[in-house]
């Protein structure tokens, strides 16, 4: 018998008791379920009351329970509902209009096991263009009805209800924590996320600045193996506020179903109400938050003692047991080092030759940088500062201290507070690396008693993670010189001394040979700074962002230098897109100086071989190499190609990007119950990436070309071979005569488009060694506007090109 609940969700949000899993598999002929859709518009209702009231014509066994017959006397609305999923084998929702409701129905009936069926009424404008942004219900998958017979017919051609394969082989110890934050983060989330650190919870993140899109999986599986999530909801007068809270909503479900330790922060009363406090945490002040930290973590610490047995299904297929690792080095801290791939690069890292580190978003710097920090950290003697602003902080600096500044004396006093930042934070570390072995330690006890004393002149450097400090720090030096009357707004300014005045509150003499002597005690400093690029703002790199890096570079250099003087060894390296290198360089009168290295990938097998020991730490015997795992993991050709070449000429050459392609038509297998990867599987793992890269590679664009953020809809359903004068011409629609050959050449750096060559050949920028001189050589060669150029094969299916 079928059987179906209706809920129009009037509610704002739904939440329940944690409830014992049922493990029950339902047979098909009790089959039983719930239906749920949005209140608005109200043709959605009445449509699908309709299609439940031709099924009871046709004298089908209907056990059909709508919202006002529901018994929610002495209990909140949303108890019922969730009660409802509890008990049945299957939820369909209804995601033509996304609503909060339903899309935390959606996470919670994944997360107790119940097969989630998900419906879109055609006849109705949709929410298309937002749950492209979102993420996750295009990744699920959906059944399309126009009308009530229709979507009766969908509902009784439903034959199974196996959920999706949630796999959880062990809580992530290391990081037990998941997050999801806004793109654009404000107080309260750099104070979450500072407040988080010092409780030493170490987390995972989906942060869209890295991915543009959250797709279902990389969420499901997320919440599985952790010990605990925490997200946020946005009033409506952020940005991107709807896009957010619904990826709050399913993630939040997810926990609930998953039966994991959920805070759910809301500044204020918007946009949940507070009736429901059981979900929602309200706080009004960045204090409130700590309470809410502190009895979330816990709660963690407790799960993590008590070692819960797992929930979730047990993978049946060793297709189920591939475990990728996260796209994102950030999100894999437990298992990156047993695969991760040594390169020339990172050896080069690793013995102090290099100061900047540079490669597009997802080549795989903050891998190296993790690495290198790892390993360097597991020897006492080095001193070791992983330093990763949030972007936030940067911002932060830009408004409240660069405006105050005198041109002339601008790049002077910026590197003065780098070297005063960088001074405090090698004090704090030490500071905490020590606070034990000191007392064991006679040589280390005065030198480590004098630095504490003269850190601890000023309160403020103490408090919170690194971020917070610096945030601190900024916030002071415009507040003392707003309280002596100054103000950016005047026209006034600040002068290289008044600035030093108000960084140096301690005593930056006796401060500096402090550190300088305890150093003497230690083999070495390293300083690794990571995530700068993070606070470029969305208009667009200014000048002042490629100052604020070159001054981080000159003190990083005068640090060195003094600590050489003391025959201390210290290295400092800065990882930053190499974009935003390039301007750096154009910028800098004495090029070359710099010792750089690149982290750009050409190489095809090397990337086969990321792949590779990814699949081997998933757990096979021996040491097999690519080709023998892949035939059991993917069907070997995609139309005479071998499938594994298929995929790379659709990674753009980035690691991050491989591991998502693959990661999508792995998930689109897992779901359809296949022992490996096939041909339909990679269609349409290809093309949920696509859409996700297109998102991705707009937001990079934006970031160094304000104007030209959706030039690449410009191709939509072109050939995939162009003229030069045709992209030529799509340049000019976005940005204008006067700057589309910039934009041309930016299209080409991104390798969004190739030189396509007398046989046949297409040169990207990847195969031209990340050379654009070599690149635009081609291109004069052919005369730019008669030669021809291909839209790489990553964008075809989300453009929808013409092959």
């Given amino acids: 018998m079928l059987s179906y609940a209706v809920c129009k969700s009037k509610c704002d949000v ?11 598999r339902p047979k098909l002929s009790d089959l039983s379920g719930f239906v749920a859709y949005p209140s608005q518009p109200s043709e959605i209702g009445r449509t699908v009351s309709a299609a439940i009231a031709h099924l009871r014509s046709e004298n089908r066994a209907i056990d059909l329970s709508i919202w006002e017959e529901n018994d929610v006397a002495g209990r909140f609305i949303y108890q019922p509902i969730l009660e409802k999923i509890d008990n049945g084998q299957i939820l369909v929702a209804d995601v033509t209009r996304l609503n909060f409701n339903v899309v935390f129905e959606i996470g919670y009936s994944i997360g107790r096991q119940k097969r989630a069926y998900l419906i879109r009424n055609s006849a109705i404008t949709g929410s298309d263009d937002l749950i492209g942004q979102v993420g996750i219900f295009d990744t699920l ?103 957010h809270n619904f990826r709050a909503a399913f993630v939040a479900g997810l926990a609930m179903g998953m039966d ?61 047991r591939l475990n990728l690792g996260a796209s994102s080095a950030e999100n894999e801290l437990r298992d990156l080092g047993n695969y991760y791939l040594e390169t020339d690069e990172f050896r080069r890292v690793f013995k102090g030759e290099i100061r900047v580190v540079t490669g597009r978003k997802g080549a795989g710097k903050t891998a190296l940088f993790l690495q290198v920090r790892d390993r360097l950290r597991s020897d006492r003697g080095k001193v070791v500062l992983d330093l990763k602003p949030d972007g936030f902080q940067l911002l932060k600096f830009k408004e409240r201290v660069l405006d105050y500044l005198e041109e002339g004396t601008k790049a002077h006093t910026i590197t003065a507070f780098w070297e005063y930042l960088l001074l405090l934070e090698t004090c704090h570390r030490i500071l905490a690396q020590d606070e034990v072995w000191h007392m ?52 006034q300014s600040l002068s290289s001394g008044q600035v030093t005045e108000l960084l140096h509150k301690h005593d930056v003499g006796r401060l500096r040979k402090q550190v300088m002597e305890y150093l003497e005690f230690k083999e070495s400093l390293w300083i690794l700074f990571d995530n700068l690029d993070k606070g470029w703002p969305a208009h667009g790199v200014t000048a002042e962002d490629v100052l604020t890096l070159r001054c981080l570079i000159e003190a990083l250099e005068n640090i060195e230098r003094q600590l050489d003087r003391r025959d201390v060894e210290a290295h400092g390296t800065v990882f930053i897109r190499n974009d935003v290198y390039e301007l750096l360089v154009e910028n800098t009168a004495d090029r070359g100086k710099v010792p750089q290295v690149g982290l750009d990938w050409t190489d095809g097998d090397l990337l086969r071989e990321l792949l590779r020991r990814r699949f081997v730490h998933t757990g096979v015997e021996g040491n097999p190499d690519f080709e ?41 297998a897992v779901n359809l119950g296949h022992e490996r990867i096939e041909l339909d599987d990679i269609k349409q793992g290809e093309e949920d990436f696509s859409v996700e890269l297109l998102t991705n590679i707009g937001f990079e664009i934006r970031d160094v070309f304000p104007s030209a953020k959706d030039v690449l809809y410009e191709f939509l359903e072109t050939s995939v071979q162009l003229s030069g004068r ?37 040169t990207y920028i990847y195969d031209a060694r990340y050379d654009m001189r070599r690149l635009l050589g081609l291109v004069s060669r052919r005369g730019k506007e008669n030669a021809t150029f291909r839209l790489n094969p990553a964008f075809w299916k989300a453009l929808e090109a013409k092959v």
């Fill in 440 to 491: 064991r330690n006679g040589q280390l006890y005065e030198p480590y008693r004098r630095l504490a004393d003269a850190y601890d002149e000023d309160d403020f450097v103490s408090e919170g993670d690194f971020g917070e400090r610096m945030l601190q720090l900024t916030q002071r030096i415009a507040e003392d010189f707003e309280a002596t009357g100054g103000t950016s707004d005047r026209g």
């Fill in 14 to 24: 739904c939440v329940t008791a944690l409830r014992p899993r049922l493990d029950r």
């Fill in 628 to 668: 023998e795992l892949w035939r059991n993991i993917c069907q070997t050709h995609v139309g005479g190609e071998e499938s594994s070449q298929y995929l790379i000429e659709r990674c753009l050459m980035r690691p991050r990007a491989l591991i998502e392609l693959v990661g999508y038509c792995r998930s689109h």
């Fill in 141 to 243: 998958g959906y059944e399309r009805y126009s009308s009530s017979k229709e979507l009766a017919s969908h509902l009784t051609s439903i034959t199974s209800a196996r959920p999706l394969t949630i796999i959880e082989s062990a809580p992530n110890k290391i990081a037990p924590v998941y997050m999801v934050v806004p793109r654009d983060k404000t107080d309260p989330e750099i104070h979450t996320l500072s407040r988080v650190k010092k409780a030493r919870l170490e987390f995972r993140t989906f942060d869209p600045e890295e991915h543009g899109r959250l797709p279902a999986g990389e969420a499901i599986n997320n919440v599985a193996q952790s010990l605990g999530v925490i997200t946020s909801l946005l009033p409506s007068v952020r940005n991107d506020a709807e896009v």
């Fill in 726 to 762: 045709d992209v030529l011409e799509a340049a000019s629609s976005v940005v204008g005569e006067e700057v589309k050959e910039a934009l041309f050449e930016r299209l080409l750096w991104y390798g969004i488009f190739g030189v396509v060559r007398e046989d046949e050949r297409v």
């Fill in 260 to 320: 994991k330790p959920l805070l759910l922060l809301q500044e204020g009363e918007e946009p949940v109400p507070l009736d429901y406090r059981d979900l929602v945490k309200v706080f009004y002040s960045l204090d409130q938050i700590n309470r809410h930290i502190a009895d979330f973590s816990t709660e963690v610490m407790a799960r993590l003692q008590a070692q819960s047995p797992a929930v979730v299904s047990e993978p049946q297929t060793f297709l189920e």
